[in-house]
């Protein structure tokens, strides 16, 4: 990938943190970066990880900015594993020949997520008790497993046509964590099936859960959209 990643929006004026960037070494993620210019040491910021799925990287979540107030830190990993030469992009982890997660591979991704996580009010001047995860598809897979396992690292958590990873082992309660869960009704890559089924495990949680299902496929649409707009605004504040 070229130092300065194709984006499919124009997000403005950003940092990529490469493979032979500092900020890689540390964090173990190819990244992009967004902070606003009054962040400092002394003045930290919220900030929003956005989550790519199967296939993308670090450029292609900047759509979702147009859903978050001025002022945050917005930063993007790439996925580490790379798909075959047949096909491009990047991905969190394997599926066997039957489609189902490689175990070996999942959990390397799931460390690497959680490790990039926790490095980043290391290297950034973000404020650690103000962290939200945005993830789509596989990426919404990776920011579930966070929010159900490590909790603490966040405020809240959106997955946009996401799923719960098989085999993880969540805490007893999530203490009303805020969690948005959007789906589309007419998903053939992450079945609806999916959805319902986070919202079963969140609500058993006791998170505190925004559940929408929207006349789509596997995307968001404008209300949808709209609704996470409104979401991130009551999580992290204008």
Request: with cysteine.
């Amino acid at each position: 990938m070229p130092t300065n990643p194709r984006l499919p929006a124009n997000p403005g004026p950003l940092d990529w943190a490469g493979p032979d960037s500092y900020f890689y070494g540390i964090s173990g993620l190819i990244h992009t970066v967004q902070m606003p210019p009054e962040a400092s040491g002394a003045d930290p910021v919220p900030a929003v990880v956005m989550v790519h799925g199967w296939g993308g990287d670090e450029s292609v979540m900047w759509i979702f900015k147009q859903t978050l107030p001025p002022g945050l830190a917005i930063i993007t990993p790439r996925a580490p594993l790379a798909l075959d030469e047949a096909e491009s992009g990047f991905i969190w982890y394997r599926r066997d020949e039957a489609g189902q997660p490689d175990p070996e591979t999942k959990a390397a991704g799931l460390a690497k997520f959680e490790h990039f996580i926790t490095s980043l009010p290391d290297l950034y001047p973000i404020d650690p008790s103000r962290l939200l995860l945005i993830g789509f598809s596989q990426g919404g897979a990776m920011c579930n497993a966070l929010a159900l396992t490590r909790p603490e690292l966040i405020i809240g958590v959106a997955s946009l046509g996401g799923f719960i990873p098989e085999g993880l082992t969540p805490v007893d309660s999530l203490h009303q964590l805020p969690v948005f869960i959007a789906h589309g009704s007419r998903d053939e890559t992450v079945p609806l099936r999916a959805a319902h089924k986070a919202r079963q495990t969140y609500t058993a949680l006791e998170a505190d859960l925004t559940y929408g299902e929207y006349e789509v496929g596997h995307k968001m649409n404008s209300q949808g959209m709209r609704d996470l707009k409104a979401w991130v605004r009551k999580v992290i504040g204008d």
